[in-house]
């Protein structure tokens, strides 16, 4: 059992790096969807009469309604104009390929952070049980990723549970965000809701649903070493096998 419990810790420390990673892999991804596919359309008019003033929305610009005449009728009144961009939307098509794509990067993120450990942990217990007879459950696996995830487990549940009191009005993009590894189905099941209040069970289910992936990547791992197959020395091997038949 405590070796379940170090190799669960070590995995969770694993996913706080993977969360920064995959953050920013988003962020990224993002900035690209509106840098190629989206256009300035118009922008948001905010004005102030004094330095030390707030501003204010005073009007929304669009292009095509042609010159902007509020411009000037709020600049001799004395207000200071902050004119802030309005994008168009992104089409469907371009959207949906780069959040797949994206999405893509931060399971190979997962993936490279959490394998390597797991993978040594059922290659250890295969070693154990080949040499001196020892029993381990091949659920090992399963056990560590879910110990690993029970933190993000609590937070969810919290969140859940108490979505019609103090937490109501926390916006769902918290929850989205540290867990980023799975950010793009967070955000795709979020279905427009905004804060914890407007969440669906249905949508619950899924969140739930998420934190399976890393148990699951966990299991497969811890399986793959207690085969004592080894997916670099394979695709290596493949890879040789293959450049001496072109020669």
């Given amino acids: 059992m405590k070796d379940i419990l170090l190799k669960a810790l070590k995995v969770f420390g694993h996913l706080i790096v993977v969360g920064i990673a995959c953050f920013f892999i988003v962020i990224s991804f993002n900035a690209l969807k509106i840098g190629l596919f989206s256009r300035d359309i118009g922008y948001n008019a905010y004005g102030r009469l004094s330095e030390e003033a707030e501003p204010e929305l005073l009007y929304t610009y669009y292009f095509d309604d042609g010159e902007d005449a509020k411009a000037k009728e709020f600049e001799d009144k004395g207000y200071e104009l902050l004119k802030y961009s309005i ?48 029993k381990f ?4 696996g399963l056990y560590i990723g879910l ?19 103090a937490t ?34 249905w949508q619950a289910l899924v969140y739930y649903s998420v934190l399976l992936i890393v148990p699951i990547v966990c299991l497969v791992s811890y399986i793959i070493g207690f085969k004592d197959i080894s997916l670099a020395e394979k695709l290596i091997y493949k890879n040789s096998k293959k450049r001496i038949r072109r020669v």
Avoid at 106 to 129: H, P, R
Avoid at 137 to 140: E, F, P, Q, T
Avoid at 147 to 165: D, E, R
């Fill in 147 to 165: 110990i690993a995830n029970i933190p993000a487990f609590l937070l969810l549940t919290t969140f859940i549970v108490l979505k019609s009191s």
């Fill in 168 to 201: 109501a009005k926390l916006p769902i993009a918290i929850y989205t965000y540290l867990n980023s590894y799975a950010f793009e189905i967070i955000f795709a099941a979020t279905n427009g809701a905004m804060y914890w209040a407007d969440v669906q069970w």
């Fill in 87 to 134: 994008r168009s939307d992104v089409d469907k098509g371009p959207d949906i390929a780069l959040s797949v794509l994206s999405q893509l990067c931060c399971i190979v993120i997962l993936m490279s952070f959490i394998y390597n450990d797991v993978w040594q942990a059922g290659n250890k217990d295969f070693e154990a049980t080949r040499l001196h007879g020892k």
């Fill in 137 to 140: 459950s091949k659920l090992k």
